[in-house]
């Protein structure tokens, strides 16, 4: 750490600085340990994985890697990438970034090996994006496009891109990542090429084109279909909730809601749930069915904490936030307000939701302020 703080040209006190900007205060004893690289062996790994450039991204992979814990799964590369695969579908995201600093770490002999590891890169930066470290999967997706990449890496690569880039508030950027990764798909690789449709309906909704988007995304959810992943086909159709609120069939988009949380609690995709049942809190929201609304954020920030969700956590606070002003519970607003307050300072996603909790909350004092509207945001 030390050769990386003066290859960057930052000094100790520089350091010391940009941390108390972000409400973080190093001891000197942790200092010294960092300095030596005296560290618990997950945030070692990390840091070996990260050229990092600042300190703001180096606190971001130092809250993975300790979510992540000690100790090193067994197994070979494929053993271990189909192991993390299954526990972050399942809501364990302590074992899924476990099991992927191990393939990381793992030795590549071979071709084949070379492959997994920047498959489990590739998954790495997944994950940190849908925790809401998006400055960090930037970091670790800048670092896989300097490699040469085969067409289907690539291609999972600049799709991964353009939902990072879309959450960091460059529409535009996006956009064209996802038409480059359109033309790079091998046309026989189905799984990728609704990766691509997928993706390019989520980017032409936010740009305000729900017709277009339902058109690439009633692709993509038969595609997931006719290569019978369940998991991605029930993303699809939590993204359909919001193209058919955006067409203004609200009462089917109610449905669907309402159809995905029974699909993910019958399929026990954990992380799933506790999007679907955020996304339906906020569908009840919008048509002002406030007491329904909380019983269903709720039940979602609870499986949120359970995970260690954060960026779940926070969609929830301020949701709910926006509930209790409504029912006129203004203490548990209040509070709402401040927990969402809280985890908002280390998000770095760009969302009318979070915009209006960053708005809400004064540099001096946290407090509570009237909502606007409920933004159409979802937590997807």
């Avoid at 548990?332 to 760009?350: K, S």
Wanted: overall charge neutral; some cysteine.
């Amino acid at each position: 750490m030390r050769k990386i703080r003066r290859e960057l040209g930052f000094s100790l006190q520089e350091i010391e600085a940009r941390a108390a900007r972000l409400g973080v205060r190093i001891p000197p004893a942790a200092r010294m340990q960092i300095e030596r690289g005296d560290l618990d062996p997950a945030v070692r790994c990390w840091l070996a994985l990260l050229h990092v450039d600042n300190v703001e991204v180096l606190a971001d992979a130092m809250e993975l890697g300790g979510l992540a814990g000690g100790g090193t799964p067994p197994g070979d590369l494929e053993e271990l990438t189909e192991r993390g695969t299954q526990a972050w579908k399942s809501g364990d995201i302590r074992e899924a970034l476990r099991h992927a600093l191990a393939v990381r770490e793992h030795p590549a002999e071979d071709a084949r090996s070379r492959l997994l590891k920047q498959g489990a890169l590739i998954c790495f930066a997944t994950y940190a994006r849908n925790l809401g470290k998006f400055r960090l999967a930037q970091c670790m997706v800048h670092e896989l496009l300097l490699e040469p990449l085969s067409r289907r890496e690539l291609t999972e690569t600049l799709v991964l891109a353009a939902s990072i880039w879309s959450g960091l508030g460059s529409s535009e950027a996006a956009l064209a990542m996802v038409e480059r990764a359109a033309k790079r798909v091998e046309p026989h690789d189905l799984q990728r090429v609704a990766y691509v449709e997928h993706q390019w309906a989520k980017l032409l909704l936010r740009s305000g084109e729900p017709k277009e988007a339902e058109h690439h995304l009633d692709r993509a959810v038969a595609l997931y279909r006719q290569v019978s992943d369940a998991y991605n086909e029930v993303r699809a159709l939590q993204l359909r909730t919001d193209v058919l609120e955006a067409l203004g069939r609200a009462e089917a988009a109610l449905a669907c809601a309402h159809e995905i949380v029974e699909r993910a609690r019958k399929l026990d995709y954990g992380c799933l749930l506790s999007t679907a049942l955020l996304e339906l809190g906020r569908l009840l929201l919008a048509r002002s069915r406030n007491e329904e609304a909380v019983v269903f954020l709720r039940q979602g920030l609870a499986a949120a904490t359970v995970l260690d969700d954060r960026r779940v956590q926070l969609y929830a606070h301020a949701r709910l936030w926006r509930a209790y002003t409504a029912l006129g519970e203004l203490p548990a607003a209040a509070l709402a307000l401040r927990e969402a307050a809280e985890l908002v300072d280390r998000a770095d996603e760009m969302s009318p939701e979070l915009d209006e909790v960053r708005r809400a909350v004064t540099p001096v004092r946290r407090r509570a302020t009237t909502p606007k509207r409920p933004a159409r945001e979802s937590v997807n």
